[in-house]
């Protein structure tokens, strides 16, 4: 699977903007596909991931309520629309796929056998 991600940049406290990641190579039925984001001096922390088959989604406490993680099965792209964003939302955000991935697992990095370069979002104040 080749992940191709796109749609950072840089936005004012309080903005939005939309991720894209466009996944090729291989159906996507039974995989999972996340965001994970890593700031400067930072570990890479899970974000969102929704499960192609069915939908399901889940999502790390700090952005619920902002992030909206959703997929377009004729475009196989994943989309992660980010609201009332904030400088702690700074980092580089990156799209993974896990194959064959329980819901549990959803948000562990190890279950992500596949990986797109970043795409770095920049949230002023």
């Known amino acids: 699977v080749q992940l191709q991600a796109s749609g950072g940049g840089l936005v004012q406290a309080g903005g939005s903007l939309r991720l894209s990641c466009a996944a090729s190579?291989?159906?996507?039925?039974?995989?999972?596909l996340g965001w994970f984001r890593q700031a400067p001096g930072k570990e890479r922390e899970f974000v969102a991931a929704?499960?192609?088959?069915?939908?399901?989604?889940v999502y790390t406490d700090s952005v619920k309520g902002r992030f909206t993680i959703s997929r377009d099965n004729a475009k196989s792209t994943v989309y992660l629309q980010m609201n009332n964003l904030g400088p702690e939302d700074t980092a580089v955000y990156y799209c993974?796929?896990?194959?064959?991935?329980?819901?549990?697992?959803?948000?562990?990095?190890?279950?992500?056998?596949?990986w797109g370069q970043g795409t770095q979002v920049t949230v002023s104040s």
């Open positions: 993974a796929a896990a194959p064959r991935v329980i819901y549990s697992s959803l948000g562990v990095s190890s279950s992500y056998a596949y």
């Open positions: 190579g291989r159906t996507l039925s039974g995989y999972g």
């Open positions: 929704i499960r192609w088959s069915g939908g399901t989604t």
